[in-house]
């Protein structure tokens, strides 16, 4: 994370407490299983966008395909919950950072390896907390909270192991 103070005249606002936090989070999550029927979640919706573009790209593979096959049964999938879960998540992130004076672009650990390597390194990471999220059935949302909040033994193995792995992986890569 960079050190460096804002410019002149730029009001940053401080982050809010971390209980406070957590019971908006909580109360979010609950109004999202009354309001919806489904808890949060992230992964679902890059799924659904790999099946939208498999149905334009290659229809008759897709629809075969044991995993992207039900998605697409119903046309598009695009416009399901999950895709607007996610895309009302990342407008309002970017309202809020806007908002509270916090938006800036910067690639932490640049300086340690240089850019065009922490690029690769946080694509790969990335990907692989992807891969992880599918092969899960959930992410850190999807399975961690929603999961956790229904107290699905699922929930807590993954988290378990998400946090055991993230520990042992900051170990490994450290400066990265």
């Known amino acids: 994370m960079s050190t460096s103070h804002p410019p002149a005249g730029r009001v940053i606002k401080p982050f809010w407490p971390p209980l406070a936090a957590g019971v908006a989070l909580g109360l979010v999550l609950l109004l999202t299983f009354v309001l919806t029927g489904h808890g949060l979640g992230a992964t679902g919706a890059s799924t659904r966008v790999a099946a939208w573009l498999g149905l334009v790209v290659a229809p008759a593979a897709t629809q075969a395909n044991a ?61 692989l907390a992807g891969f992880g999220a599918r092969v899960a059935a959930g992410c850190t949302s999807g399975l961690g909270l929603s999961g956790g909040a229904t107290l699905g033994i699922a929930a807590f193995v993954f988290l378990g192991t998400f946090f055991v792995t993230g520990l042992i992986v900051s170990r490994l890569v450290r400066g990265i």
């Open 67 to 127: 995993y992207l096959g039900p998605l697409v049964e119903g046309g598009n999938p695009v416009p399901s919950w999950i895709s607007w879960q996610v895309l009302g998540v990342a407008s309002g992130a970017l309202v809020a950072a806007f908002m509270a004076g916090r938006f800036r672009l910067q690639f932490d650990g640049a300086r340690s390896i240089g850019t065009p390597r922490r690029l690769v390194t946080a694509l790969l990471g990335g990907l």
